[in-house]
């Protein structure tokens, strides 16, 4: 489908928009009509393609960094829902649905697995696989230039 330049604006406008609202990209083009196609979308997003657009780029790499974001306040939501903690028996008697509970984790955990991933810097696991959480020991290395021998600190 051709576009001219003020639709084209308006329609990387909309991707934005709606990638910023929490949609992904690919659930954003498929639920929209009027956007284009996940290639046309992928090359100007493609630094190697002649329909790259670095203003895109750039305004996509943030919308998507408001879209983790919305995903943390989703997680936050989700674990303060009580509204389904609690059930009615046949009987009347009030009972903790664990059903609902067990829901809640499965998204919490889904959001916070995809969270690693989408900005694994910001919301990944902190991994200390070197030191089991114990302050490292540092060499102090010298070196000498008119001698051109290493000290390691031990003599």
């Known amino acids: 489908m051709a576009y001219d330049r003020e639709n084209i604006e308006s329609i ?3 991707i934005l928009c709606l990638v910023t609202d929490g949609l992904s990209l690919s659930k954003a ?3 929209n009509d009027h956007l284009p196609s996940r290639p046309t979308v992928y090359n100007w997003l493609n630094r ?3 329909d790259y657009d670095e203003t895109f780029f ?3 790499t943030r919308a998507r960094e408001v879209r983790a974001d919305r995903i943390f306040e989703e997680i936050l939501e989700i674990a303060d829902e009580a509204s389904g903690d609690t059930i009615k028996t046949s009987e009347g008697k009030e009972v903790f649905n664990s059903e609902f509970a067990a829901r809640s984790r499965i998204k919490i955990d889904a959001r916070k697995w995809m969270l690693g991933k989408m900005q694994p810097k ?3 696991d902190k991994l200390d696989i070197t030191s089991d959480g114990e ?3 540092q060499a102090v290395i010298t070196i000498d230039p008119l ?3 290493t000290d ?3 003599t």
Request: without cysteine; hydrophobic residues 10%.
């Open 12 to 14: 990387k406008g909309d």
């Open 29 to 31: 083009l498929d639920q």
């Open 48 to 50: 190697d393609h002649a």
């Open 58 to 60: 750039n305004n996509y």
């Open 122 to 124: 910001k919301y990944g």
């Open 135 to 137: 302050k490292l020991q």
């Open 147 to 149: 001698n051109d021998t």
């Open 152 to 154: 390691n600190g031990t």
